[in-house]
């Protein structure tokens, strides 16, 4: 395992191999010379680079939580956009069911009040004709109350002549 220190070294090095052999000489040398002729100095910088390292990891690990916060939530939204589309097709498929039943229950009523107005033509022809009938004998009725009270007439005047 490589400790951190290592790699800062590593790392410092690799960030000068673009430089030619005799200037990473001269790094290495310099390093070195720090090292040994200020350690407290050397230290701090170890340090510091080991906070800049760790506050770097630190960075890193909250961007990966990030990265995968917004993973979840993506799968999420997706997850409710699907319910809301299988939602939407549900209310849709109730809607057009309702709008075709109720079509059905207004035919059936169209039909039960064609049927009833066809009866009650019929209903309103046959007591019309009752009624007519009626009519005709209180008409025969009359009449005939008139002849009796003309014969209860005559026959009061044959009795009061008598």
């Known amino acids: ?14 960030s000068t191999s673009s430089l030619s052999s005799q200037q990473q000489d001269l790094e290495v040398i310099h390093q070195t010379q720090l090292k040994i002729n200020n350690p407290n100095q050397y230290l701090k910088q170890i340090e510091e680079e080991q906070e800049t ?8 690990d909250k961007c990966f939580d990030i990265l995968n916060d917004l993973k ?16 939407k097709i549900d209310q849709t498929s109730k809607i057009d069911s309702f709008i075709q039943l109720q079509g059905l229950e207004i035919q059936r ?38 002849k009796v009270q003309q014969r209860i007439d005559r026959l009061n005047y044959d009795i009061g002549n008598i």
């Open 109 to 146: 009523l169209n039909d039960i009040y064609q049927r009833e107005s066809e009866q009650t033509g019929d209903y309103i022809q046959l007591f019309e004709n009752q009624i007519q009938q009626e009519e005709q004998q209180y008409a025969k009725l009359q009449q005939q109350i008139q």
């Open 1 to 14: 395992m490589i400790t951190q220190v290592q790699y800062n070294e590593r790392s410092r090095m690799s």
């Open 72 to 87: 979840k939530l993506k799968i999420e939204e997706e997850s409710i956009k699907d319910k809301t589309n299988i939602e």
């Open 53 to 60: 390292y760790n506050f770097l990891s630190e960075l890193e």
